[in-house]
Structures are given as C-alpha cells and as structure tokens.
C-alpha cells in the first residue's frame, strides 16, 4: 500500500519568507509525527498530533513554527518569517500502533 | 530527558562479517525501542520495533535485543552484504504514542 508522502521533495526560499510543507500519512493512521534532521542537531521530534486529542507541541523550536491536521489526515507544517538555521530536512512519520513509518522527507534550504 | 547514545558512530567491515550496532539510554522507562535504516538522501525506513513487553526482535539477517535494566539495545545483522551499508538509527519513547528520541545513527559500509 501507499507510504507516508511529502511535498515538496525540495524546498528553497529566501530568508524572511513563509513556507508550508505537506505531510500525507498512510491512510488510517491515527497519529503523525514531524521530525527535523539537521547536520549540527540530528533527528530532533517537533510536533504529533493524535486523533482528537490536542497536538503535543514541546517540540517546536519557536513560535514561527506551526503546524495543523486536517479531518484527521493530512497535515501542514508551516515556518513563518524563514531563518537560515531552519535548514534541514522536514520528515513526518504516522503511526497506528506503536511503531512509526516515515516519508521521504522535505528538504528545506533557506538563503 | 532520555538520551540516547550509539556506539560506534562509524564502521567498515568486509562482506560476509556480522554486524554489531550498540544503542544505550538513559531512561530505563523506555516503551519501544526501533530501529531504522537510512540511506544518503532518503528517509528512514523501519527495521525491527520491540515493543514494552518484548525483548527482542528477529526479521531475516537482522536480530535486536532490548535490555531495559542495563538501558542497551544491540542490532545484529549477519553474513554483511554490500546493500546493508547505510546509516542505521535507534529511537525511544517512553509510552506508546510518545515521541521518538533518537541516537546520531550508525554509519556502517560493507565493502566487497
């Protein structure tokens, strides 16, 4: 069956500017996850929502970072007012039971 | 916060050999611990999960094991080939929805 998705593949933009990243997770999962995987920091969670319940947000590094699920399935990863050290890969996972399957992940370069 | 730790950070070995990978934590409360594969531009894709009751796990070539109380987990992968070179990562969480803590991976080659 189909995996996690993600768009786009790659992602450059310029400091200062808003980006959104798409996450798709394998259908019927209940919980999804991002991660961020960046040279000097490695995988680090950001946010995960699961079903109904109110999203875990301990791990988004500032307020520019948000994200939101819609109707319980896909969900958007949004970074306002883009910084050069939020360059990384953006990777969602989802979940149904215990154990997590990722996509391919989004590479972010801000200049 | 759990910490995970593994060890080495890089390894080389000729085709054929067994592979030895270390993951230690911090927290012996740890719920699932996983494994997964990276290879150079791609995500992860999920080796083996040993989930809170479970000690260890077996799919094909690969094995690991979970030690709660001494906070390690070992992947085994024997008779090494040239496609199991990659960046292998382990992660856990503490419950079973919870977030995944990662070690800084594994790099290991195979050479022919």
């Known amino acids: 069956g189909a995996g996690v998705s993600q768009s786009p593949s790659n992602k450059v933009t310029e400091k200062g500017k808003d980006v959104e990243l798409r996450c798709d997770p394998i259908s019927g999962h209940t919980a999804l996850y991002w991660y961020r995987q960046s040279l000097g920091q490695g995988l680090e969670f950001l946010i995960y929502?699961?079903?109904?319940?109110?999203?875990?947000k301990s791990g988004l590094p500032s307020d520019r970072f948000s994200a939101e699920r819609t109707g319980g399935s896909v969900s958007t990863l949004t970074i306002q007012r883009t910084q050069q050290e939020d360059s990384a890969v953006y990777l969602c996972a989802s979940s149904l039971l215990n154990e997590q399957f990722f996509g391919p992940g989004t590479r972010l370069t801000v200049l | 916060k759990q910490e995970v730790t593994q060890i080495p950070a890089a390894l080389s070995v000729p085709e054929g050999e067994n592979l030895v990978l270390n993951c230690s934590f911090t927290d012996s409360a740890i719920y699932n611990l996983q494994w997964f594969r990276q290879d150079p531009g791609k995500g992860l894709t999920s080796l083996l999960l040993i989930q809170s009751s479970q000690r260890e796990q077996t799919s094909g070539r690969l094995n690991a094991s979970l030690d709660k109380s001494s906070g390690r987990s070992t992947l085994y992968i024997a008779a090494s080939q040239p496609g199991d070179s990659a960046t292998y990562l382990c992660?856990?969480?503490?419950?079973?929805?919870?977030?995944?803590?990662f070690g800084a991976g594994t790099q290991v080659v195979v050479t022919p």
């Open positions: 992660a856990g969480t503490t419950d079973s929805w919870g977030k995944l803590q």
């Open positions: 929502f699961q079903g109904n319940s109110a999203p875990d």
